[in-house]
């Protein structure tokens, strides 16, 4: 099937898009080990995780992105320092299939879209030996290996959270560690250019390990949960306007003080509902939290994952 012909059959009939509402998330590390689960869930509503099917592989501590309504969602690397890319069918529960590689293989990396324009970028993580800054990009609509797109800064290389202001084509990335070092860097970069990322502003609480959701075209991001330099877990959760630069602004709390394993929830996009799945406390957590994207305040209990675990990856088909 040639990308042409398979980008408009996930976009529907006469190529308009999906209404979406669907989150999954996938994978997860939990008292039983690694596991190679995806579950999902409806946004809009609240209640517990469902099953959808299996990673190929048990690839926890990967990244995830998606083309929106597009209906595709793709996840690169994990636990093991792999480069398997795998994508799934948000809309239609079932076990992933192979996608192609990174360029580098990782674990704690973090994935970021410009949504129906149909590019997907998988940025930092941890490598064996050490830490990788590479960014790397696919066309998510095809299948195939991952592009060379340019190089985080020494600052904060691994375990970030990430998310877009979709067509708008910027993607942000903050926090994360060296591992020596943690982070409170939020950094930028335009999705469909390539090039190193450049400095946006700082994070309102240094840590490692956050998610991120964003409104889409909205144009507002929410960094949430982590770890600080003392390995306190913390419920904050923090903002920033992701078409200017500077430094992010409180928004509330966490129902739950927890890593969050880096990368990103999941959000139903203009419709403003944000979803942070799992983490440790330092107990492994079933949590689902929701916030009002363009609002403040502090988060609501959504429901539980299937089962209670960490270094989950999240994304929409909104």
Known sequence: MSAFTEKNTLMGAAGVETSGDRGVAMAAETDSGHTNVIQYVE?????N???????????????????????????????????VIDYITISSPGNATDFGDLTVARSNTCGLSNLKDDRGVFAGGSVSGGQSDVMDYVTIS???????????????????????????????????????????????????????????????????????????????????????????????????????TGNATDFGDLSVARSLGGNSGASNGTNQRG??????????????????IDSTGNATDFGNLIAAGNGVAGCSNA
Request: hydrophobic letters at 25%.
């Open 49 to 83: 995780a469902t099953d959808f099917g299996d990673l190929t592989g048990t690839y926890t501590y990967g990244g995830a992105c998606s083309n929106g309504g597009s209906d595709r969602g793709i996840h690169g690397g994990g636990q093991g320092y792999t480069d």
């Open 43 to 47: 946004i809009s509503t609240t209640g």
């Open 142 to 244: 095809s299948t195939g290996d991952a592009t060379d797109f340019g190089d985080l800064p020494s600052t904060h290389k691994s375990s970030n959270g990430a998310f877009s202001n979709g067509t708008d084509d910027r993607g942000v990335i903050g926090g994360g560690w060296t591992p020596s070092t943690y982070s409170d860097v939020i950094s930028y970069i335009t999705i469909t250019s390539t090039g190193n990322a450049s400095d946006f502003g700082d994070l309102t609480v240094t840590r490692r390990a956050v998610q991120g959701v964003s409104n889409a075209t909205g144009g507002r991001g929410v960094f949430a949960g982590g770890v600080n330099s003392s390995g306190t877990r913390v419920n904050t959760m923090d903002y920033v306007t992701i078409g200017s």
């Open 275 to 292: 979803l942070f799945f799992g983490g440790d406390t330092p107990s492994y957590s079933d949590v689902i939290d929701y916030i009002t």
